[in-house]
Nanobody, 117 residues
């Protein structure tokens, strides 16, 4: 069982930055592929970024070059550094964990990010 708790959301002006954190409980973090998604009102949940256990990453085109995903296995935490934020980045941001060798994925409760002047 893995529990994920996101933090770091809030209100930021266009062009600003935020760093989201996702703290994971349990001993499976080092075997988890971690990802960030977001969901804006009235829209489907959207993939943003993924980081593998090797540290390699991939990104959605909409955030590539602006967002950076990283992980700290010693702290069981994954981060999403978001720069050059735009009003269209406004959404609830979710952390996701997929444990290697398991078909189960885990979701956090989400953290709200609002980009507005």
């Amino acid at each position: 069982q893995v529990q994920l708790v996101e933090s770091g959301g809030g209100l930021v002006q266009p062009g600003g930055s935020l760093r989201l954190s996702c703290a994971a409980s349990g001993s499976s973090f080092s075997r988890a592929v971690m990802a960030w998604y977001r969901q804006a009102p009235g829209k489907q949940r959207e993939f943003l970024a993924r980081i593998f256990t090797s540290g390699s990453t991939n990104y959605a085109g909409s955030v590539k070059g602006r967002f950076t995903i990283s992980r700290d296995n010693a702290k069981n935490t994954v981060y999403l550094q978001m720069n050059s934020l735009r009003p269209e980045d406004t959404a609830v941001y979710y952390c996701n964990a997929a444990i290697i060798g398991s078909s189960i994925t885990y979701w956090g409760q989400g953290t709200q990010v609002t980009v507005s002047s």
